[in-house]
């Protein structure tokens, strides 16, 4: 930015820019200071702050000091694993793992059901979305910014939805009917989504 000089510290550009959010993509462990996140958490009542570098050796801080130093006002999600928070509180917060696996598999699918002809930035867009809607309050409650992944199933089955009806409105589609109705689509999606279930290999009556 032209307020913020070449060589100024994070922390200059912090203060110069007054940011609610810090993504963080450096690999430079520990480079979100406790200073630098209690300044950008006096601009706002919930700051989003993202350590996104791995693995956990290169993340920007951890969520325990994100939460920390927001007195459990942040809203976090990180690059790498990390486990859950008690705070002082008592409060247990759960930071998710920001990960594209929660929105490729409904985009794959989508795109088998449908017979997608490409995918567009709206396609992402909606997907995106759809992800965001799958949240329960208790999810959200939890500090959770993604659905917990016990759900990655029905959360698929959503975004897998939502491209579609997107396709359809741009006439991007080849094998599903243009006047399907919604629940038609929801059932149709249902019925074509994978389950591993595998037939034993060995006959159980020759043991």
């Known amino acids: 930015h032209s307020s913020i000089p070449d060589g100024a510290s ?5 203060k110069a820019q007054r940011p609610t959010c810090l993504l963080g993509l450096s690999t430079v462990k520990d480079v979100f200071t406790e200073e630098i996140v209690r300044e950008v958490a006096s601009y706002t009542d919930r700051p989003i ?5 791995n693995p956990t050796s290169k993340s920007e801080c951890t969520p325990e000091q994100a939460y920390t130093w927001t007195d459990g006002r942040a809203i976090v ?9 008690t ?19 409904g985009i794959g699918l989508a795109a088998s059901v449908a017979g ?3 995918i567009t930035d709206k396609m992402l867009y909606v ?5 965001a809607e799958a949240m329960s309050e208790a999810e ?21 939805c939502a491209v579609i009806e997107e396709a359809l409105e741009k006439d991007l589609t080849t094998k599903i009917p243009k006047d399907i109705t919604s629940e038609g689509l929801k059932d149709l999606v249902a019925r074509k989504m994978y389950f591993p279930q595998y ?6 009556r020759n043991h």
Do not use: E, W
């Open 140 to 160: 959200i409650a939890d500090g959770r910014t993604f659905p917990a992944i016990q759900r990655i199933r029905d959360v698929s089955h959503l975004v897998a």
């Open 87 to 105: 705070l002082k509180d008592g409060r247990t917060l759960y930071p998710s793992q920001c990960n594209n696996m929660y929105v490729f598999p």
């Open 199 to 204: 037939v034993p290999l060995v006959d159980p």
């Open 10 to 14: 994070l922390m200059d550009a912090v």
């Open 127 to 131: 997907a995106a979305v759809a992800c």
């Open 49 to 53: 702050i993202m350590p996104m570098s």
């Open 77 to 85: 999600a990180t690059g790498s694993p990390f486990t859950a928070v």
């Open 116 to 118: 997608v002809k490409n």
